[in-house]
């Protein structure tokens, strides 16, 4: 993807394999003579890569900032004869890790990291504020819209949430559902790294049923489930208000 410049491909592949920027890639002639050693960040910096795809790469392996190629060159280095919106773009991310987002072409914030720099709105679920949550979204719809990521110790994808996955997971009441997906109802058709919907999410956790409801309201296609409706409904009214750890898709998912 970066030999090809698919610089949106490129970001969507961190997104789902963020581990993949930090494998080193080398070659060597047939006498033994290394030809080249780098990591993906290396070699896009040498095509003049578009802001956003340096930012999805450092946000799979912030460390690679500071790895040197077979040439010992910094990326920073390589950069310098590749224009100044790389070169601030690097600098920036020296200067500040904690600020590095991942950004579609027109600037928009599309990915955040758990551990760094979730969005205010995900910090209020993770918490667990839900008159907050509701307030804060209803202020700032537009993080409605992003991804949050966990990774592994390995830079393995633990996890890939929107702000409606997480809330489901954390149990939110059906005033907080309801205003994140005011905010963006799309998100009911997008699926979490393990391929579930919403309401996936909401059968898996025996949510209350006012929950299921707006999320079968919002996308009624996602109906499609293992059991059927009647059969989850009822299983839904009896666990209301009924909320055990056992219950919870990995107890520690979003915390």
């Known amino acids: 993807l970066i030999r090809e410049q698919h610089w949106e491909g490129v970001m969507n592949r961190i997104c789902t394999n963020p581990e993949e920027a930090r494998i080193w890639v080398e070659r060597k002639s047939k006498s033994g003579n290394l030809i080249f050693r780098h990591l993906p960040l290396h070699l896009a910096i040498g095509l003049a890569p578009p802001v956003y795809a340096l930012n999805a790469l450092l ?7 500071r790895c040197r190629d077979e ?4 990326p920073l280095q390589i950069a310098l004869s590749q224009g100044k919106n ?3 773009a690097l600098v920036a991310a020296v200067e500040n890790p904690g600020n590095i987002l991942m950004k579609d072409p027109m ?6 990291d758990n551990d760094r720099n979730a969005t205010e709105l995900f910090e209020l679920i993770k918490e667990q504020a839900w008159r907050e949550c ?3 979204v209803n202020a700032h719809p537009e993080e409605a819209k992003v991804w949050t990521i966990k990774k592994h110790p390995d830079g393995s994808l633990k996890w890939r949430l929107l702000p409606i996955h997480g809330a489901i997971i954390n149990d939110a009441p059906c005033d907080v559902i309801e205003a994140i997906l005011n905010a963006y109802n799309d998100g009911a058709k997008c699926r979490e790294n393990q391929g579930m919907l919403p309401v996936h999410l909401a059968q898996w ?8 409801e707006t999320l079968i309201k919002a996308y009624p296609p996602g109906v499609k489930m293992n059991r059927p409706l009647k059969e ?5 009214l009896k666990n209301d208000g009924m ?8 107890e520690d998912s979003i915390q």
């Open 59 to 65: 946000m799979g392996y912030q460390d690679s900032i």
């Open 205 to 212: 956790k025996n949510s209350r049923l006012d929950v299921v």
């Open 232 to 236: 989850y409904s009822q299983a839904a």
């Open 71 to 74: 040439k010992g060159q910094l």
């Open 243 to 250: 909320r055990k750890n056992s219950d919870r898709i990995d």
């Open 107 to 112: 600037g928009a914030t599309i990915l955040t």
């Open 134 to 136: 509701v307030e804060h």
């Open 86 to 88: 790389v070169v601030n």
